[in-house]
Nanobody
Framework: QVQLVESGGGLVQAGGSLRLSCVVS????????MGWFRQVPGKARKFVAG?????????YLEDSVKGRFTISRDNAKNTVYLQMESLKPEDTAVYYC?????????????????????WGQGTQVTVSS
């Protein structure tokens, strides 16, 4: 069973940086599209960043994070990262890692041409003004 574990969240002042990590077990991310979502209370989970499984493939960044966030993957470490720079109070949310694993039977979430069916437990990011 594929499992995702996020880390790296915390409290940071506006303008600061954080790097989120998502370690994957039970499968190889080299064959998975991976993504990051975020959610604030009372609102739907929002797709923030995605990276496709193949080298040189697609990267998606939501408009509000372009130029500030970077998504990357280290297949050797089975880990996906979200580097967040110039953080703003509106970036405050729970951040979730997601994977598109063909071997899992989880409910599929389709967004902007991407599909995800495995989720982490989330990590809180709080940006103070």
């Amino acid at each position: 069973q594929v499992q995702l574990v996020e880390s790296g969240g915390g409290l940071v002042q506006a303008g600061g940086s954080l790097r989120l990590s998502c370690v994957v077990s039970g499968g190889s991310i080299s064959t998975y599209d991976m993504g990051w979502f975020r959610q604030v209370p009372g609102k739907a989970r929002k797709f923030v960043a995605g990276i496709s499984s193949w080298s040189g493939g697609s990267i998606y960044l939501e408009d509000s994070v372009k130029g500030r966030f970077t998504i990357s993957r280290d297949n050797a470490k089975n880990t996906v990262y979200l580097q967040m720079e110039s953080l703003k109070p509106e970036d405050t949310a729970v951040y979730y890692c997601a994977a598109d694993s063909p071997n899992e039977d989880g409910v599929k979430t389709h967004v902007l041409g991407w599909t995800f069916n495995v989720w982490g437990q989330g990590t809180q990011v709080t940006v103070s003004s």
